[in-house]
């Protein structure tokens, strides 16, 4: 099954905030190894980033999408 990524442009819509956000996000020390930095950008693991919002934005969680994928 292939990996699905988010870039900054994608954590920013998932998060709601701007690409500059996203960059200050990255700088924290809690923040979620890269998965990948290629020519366009660095990727991270969207399941790396599902788990940092669960911890550190829980009003964030999409318990629709989960439920959805469960049933």
Known sequence: ????????????ERLGVSRER?????????????????????VWRKADIE?????HRPHLTDTDEDEATTA
């Open 51 to 55: 788990e940092w919002i669960g911890k």
């Open 1 to 12: 099954m292939p990996e699905h990524l988010y870039g900054p442009q994608e954590i920013g």
């Open 22 to 42: 996203v960059r200050q996000l990255t700088l924290r020390p809690d923040w979620p190894a890269p998965y990948d930095r290629l020519a366009m950008g660095t």
